[in-house]
């Protein structure tokens, strides 16, 4: 599968727990998004990264939030001390530097915060 | 001002029908626009992107108008399987941001027999 894979594809987890996620991207990709969408929005930006360097981070992302890319390959995005309204679906993307605009999703991953 | 607006519908269609979304964004500034349609609880797909003189795929017709920084998607002749969400995509502007992807809130469509 050449596609974006994202891990796990869901995740229900007590208030105040941490939570992790993995995207890993088309591998000739060299950009990775996170976005985060709610139940009747569009995705939301969260952060960007290009190769190993996070480029942009969104406002929308508490400091309770944190992503990192070590090697330029796959992301993992954390969650601290989750609470209710975390609840999302989280999803990554990549894209190449030729093509920038043009992104691959992944299946997302959904996390319920009870 | 959101800086990508649509009309959340829902679009109720019979199957036949002829349908157009619209979406307007805010900044002057952008520079590549798309429709990427989602299947319920589903990743966004890329469906067509969108240039300044329209461009067509299939029963699919985008239209981009600058001036009144408005972008459009008709569907002719709907098919069941066109029910989705549609949303309207531009993109970021500035430096490190020109690949950022902005989304609205989608426009659903529900093709009916």
């Known amino acids: 599968d050449t596609g974006v894979s994202q891990n796990p594809r869901h995740k229900i987890t007590k208030r105040g727990q941490n939570v992790t996620f993995r995207c890993d991207p088309i591998?000739?990709?060299?950009?990775l998004y996170w976005y985060r969408q709610t139940l009747g929005q569009g995705p939301e930006f969260l952060t960007y990264?290009?190769?190993?360097?996070?480029?942009?981070k969104s406002r929308l992302l508490s400091d309770r939030f944190s992503a990192e890319r070590p090697k330029g390959s796959f992301s993992t995005l954390e969650i601290q001390r989750t609470e209710q309204g975390d609840s999302a679906m989280y999803l990554c993307?990549?894209?190449?530097?030729?093509?920038?605009?043009?992104?691959?999703f992944g299946s997302g991953t959904r996390l319920t915060v009870v | 001002r959101k800086e990508v607006e649509q009309d959340p519908g829902p679009f109720n269609v019979p199957e036949g029908a002829t349908v157009a979304f619209n979406c307007t964004y805010s900044?002057?500034?952008?520079?590549?626009f798309f429709w990427y349609r989602q299947d319920c609880r589903k990743e966004p797909k890329l469906l067509m992107s969108?240039?300044?003189s329209g461009n067509e795929d299939g029963r699919f017709t985008a239209q981009l108008n600058r001036a009144s920084q408005y972008i459009s998607l008709l569907i002719r002749d709907s098919k069941l399987s066109d029910s989705a969400t549609y949303l309207c995509?531009?993109?970021?502007?500035?430096?490190?941001?020109?690949?950022?992807?902005?989304f609205g809130t989608g426009t659903r469509l529900q093709v009916t027999l």
């Open positions: 993307a990549s894209s190449s530097s030729g093509t920038g605009s043009v992104y691959t």
């Open positions: 591998s000739e990709h060299n950009r």
């Open positions: 990264f290009q190769n190993e360097a996070q480029l942009e």
């Open positions: 900044n002057s500034a952008s520079q590549s």
């Open positions: 969108v240039y300044s």
């Open positions: 995509v531009v993109n970021g502007v500035g430096a490190g941001t020109a690949s950022k992807l902005t």
